[in-house]
């Protein structure tokens, strides 16, 4: 089936909320503005109930099927914006200097109410559905705090899905894999302090620069000599910074990146290296190196029959040919890891078409894109939660087999 006749009638109306949330970007947990916007939309849909501050700032609204009793699915769409200045131009863009929504986030938030609203407006399905509006998406691990503020038991939420949009896939077009989808992240500082002196005597120092130096080219070799090559990882130095003048060897130099990886065993792997790294060079160049290693978001893991199950109800919308039910991960974090971790669920790419990339200063949501992620999120909780589905779900929440859909 195409995308739903009343999602295209929401259009609009979606595309005005989208573009009042991409001007008024907030940062993490400081999303009270978008929070506010979002619970009084549901509150006006008729959802039955809404519950605000579930993880410092989390929305939670609860839509209940008039197909009688079932299980509770989860759908989530965060809320939060980017440290970044915006250079779009757009007349919707950005009225907060340092700030905007450069990963999509509000296009996320808005096709989600749009499905509550057309959700609260059928109740077509068994069950409950429970829309969930995350912030702190961007490195506060929002995901996590709603946890452990009790989503999963409170909710009594059996199953979680989420969406996110994808540059350069078309618009209509869906990505998923049954398995990791996004990587593991972590960061690294490390701090090298030798003996600063005069740049012209450089034989009375021991050079900071000259020992981060060879690290930067050491930890190059991380990936492609300790990292099976069948296995994905990447180690990237971002920060390198030592001195303030031209003519003086400094104390110290800092550098820092990141490591991405999607098996914990690589991970260990590759931190094991660095350290060993750290080590060699320090004892070579007489200086003393300090490493942190800050491990961040988990693998984004798919669980293979709910993938298999939010595949099918993708090629309802979008056709076989435009879903690609086995896409390569990405290397990119995601912190709905946490709720996957938590409970079975799926995580899915939706097509933003050829914009600028995520985390660009030049990046805008597509609105094209809304009716079809309004109708994706309507037709899974349907599926999801049809009277049959209900009836044969297992314990653990799972989907009925995606061929008997």
């Not at 800092?254 to 080590?279: K, M, N, P, S």
């Not at 798919?302 to 056709?319: H, K, L, Q, S």
Request: with cysteine; charged share 20%.
């Amino acid at each position: 089936m195409p995308i739903l006749n009343r999602a295209a009638e929401l259009h609009d109306e979606v595309t005005g909320w989208r573009r009042h949330l991409h001007a008024a970007p907030e940062l993490l947990y400081e999303v009270h503005g978008t929070a506010a916007f979002v619970a009084a939309r549901l509150a006006e849909f008729g959802c039955d109930e809404v519950v605000t501050g579930i993880g410092r700032t989390g929305v939670v609204g609860l839509i209940r099927g008039g197909l009688g009793d079932g299980a509770t699915i989860g759908l989530r769409a965060d809320m939060d914006a980017l440290p970044l200045t915006e250079i779009t131009g757009k007349p919707w863009a950005s009225r907060t200097p340092g700030r905007m929504h450069a990963c999509g986030h509000d296009g996320h938030t808005a096709m989600l109410l749009g499905a509550a609203k057309y959700l609260a407006e059928t109740r077509a399905f068994a069950g409950t559905v429970a829309v969930i509006f995350q912030p702190a998406e961007e490195g506060g691990a929002g995901a996590r705090a709603m946890i452990e503020d009790g989503l999963m038991e409170r909710f009594g939420i059996a199953r979680v899905f989420g969406m996110h949009n994808m540059p350069g896939l078309p618009v209509g077009y869906f990505a998923i894999n049954p398995g990791p989808i996004m990587a593991a992240t972590a960061e690294f500082a490390i701090t090298v302090e030798g003996k600063g002196g005069h740049a012209a005597m450089p034989h009375t120092t021991l050079d900071p620069v000259a020992a981060a130096s060879q690290l930067v080219l050491a930890l190059q070799t991380v990936v492609s000599r300790t990292v099976d090559p069948l296995d994905s990882a990447v180690v990237s130095v971002t920060k390198f910074h030592a001195g303030d003048a031209y003519n003086v060897i400094p104390q110290k130099a800092q550098l820092a990146g990141t490591v991405r990886t999607l098996r914990d065993e690589v991970a260990e792997a590759v931190f094991a290296r660095i350290r060993a790294i750290c080590d060699g060079i320090a004892a070579a160049a007489g200086v003393q190196i300090g490493l942190r290693i800050d491990v961040n978001y988990p693998v984004t893991r798919n669980d293979p029959a709910e993938a298999a199950f939010a595949a099918e109800v993708a090629r309802e919308i979008a056709g076989p040919a435009s879903v690609d039910a086995d896409v390569r991960p990405t290397m990119g974090g995601e912190d709905f890891s946490y709720m996957l971790n938590a409970r079975p669920g799926a995580f899915i790419f939706a097509g933003n078409g050829d914009t600028a990339g995520l985390h660009s200063p030049a990046y805008d949501f597509n609105d094209e894109a809304i009716p079809h992620g309004i109708s994706y999120w309507v037709r899974l909780a349907e599926a999801a939660l049809a009277p049959w589905s209900s009836a044969r779900s297992d314990e653990r929440g799972s989907a009925a087999p995606a061929s008997s859909l």
